[in-house]
């Protein structure tokens, strides 16, 4: 799989759009880029994934590149229950391989 | 309400004593997992399962087992043999197996071996 590079943490006030990057300059064609987010000691939860396209859910947006290089996940609306450790996974097997993550902290 | 439980949220175990974690769904789900993380890592893949009756090792599948005889089971043994066993055990389904299917994670359980 892939490797990632996320910034470790960010700040984001509440009520502004949160932008999170990943940079997966190694992707491979059949790789999926996966976006979940981890609230301490709680399982992972998904947020959304794709391939090629942008794509669009309840929840955020993925932007990926056109040449699949990096994406950024972007949450519209923040609020203080977003703050969380958010994890970019490019996938092509069975196994998520979480890496470091970014630390988001959603401030008043 | 459909999700992934997993029980008990803390078990705690004297060294040498197999334990057995429980993870069951009620999201008709094929593909079960089974990830452990220690503190400020990521997840690892211990064992998955793609189909009643059939399993797979991860990559630290040593000192574990696992069994799948229903469809929304799937039981983690930690065996005496696994040399470091305390960390936070996570479960997770999918529809299907493969990247194209986002997997679903249970609560955890947090396991401390002394």
């Known amino acids: 799989d892939a490797k990632t590079t996320q910034p470790p943490s960010m700040d984001c006030a509440e009520g502004r759009a949160a932008n999170l990057p990943c940079n997966h300059s190694?992707?491979?064609?059949?790789?999926?880029v996966y976006w979940y987010r981890q609230i301490h000691s709680q399982g992972p939860q998904y947020i959304i994934h794709?391939?090629?396209n942008n794509e669009t859910n309840e929840m955020a947006s993925l932007i990926i590149t056109e040449d699949r290089k990096s994406s950024t996940l972007i949450l519209p609306h923040a609020t203080l229950r977003d703050t969380a450790v958010y994890y970019c996974?490019?996938?092509?097997?069975?196994?998520?391989?979480f890496g470091k993550g970014t630390s988001l902290l959603v401030t008043p | 309400d459909g999700g992934i439980t997993q029980s008990p949220k803390y078990l705690f175990r004297k060294e040498g004593q197999n334990v057995t974690l429980s993870c069951e769904q009620n999201?008709?789900?094929?593909?079960m997992y089974w990830y452990r993380q220690d503190p400020g890592q990521g997840l690892r893949l211990i064992y998955y399962?793609?189909?009643?009756?059939?399993?797979q090792k991860g990559d630290i599948a040593e000192g574990y087992s696992v069994s799948r005889e229903k469809k929304e089971s799937f039981p983690l043994t930690v065996t005496s043999a696994q040399k470091n066993p305390t960390a936070f055990y996570l479960c997770?389904?999918?529809?299907?197996?493969?990247?194209?299917?986002?997997?679903?994670f249970g609560p955890g359980t947090r396991l401390t071996v002394t």
């Open positions: 999201l008709n789900h094929d593909a």
């Open positions: 190694t992707i491979s064609g059949n790789e999926y």
């Open positions: 996974i490019p996938n092509s097997g069975y196994a998520l391989n």
């Open positions: 399962s793609q189909i009643v009756n059939d399993f």
């Open positions: 794709g391939l090629k």
């Open positions: 997770a389904s999918s529809i299907g197996s493969g990247p194209l299917y986002e997997q679903y």
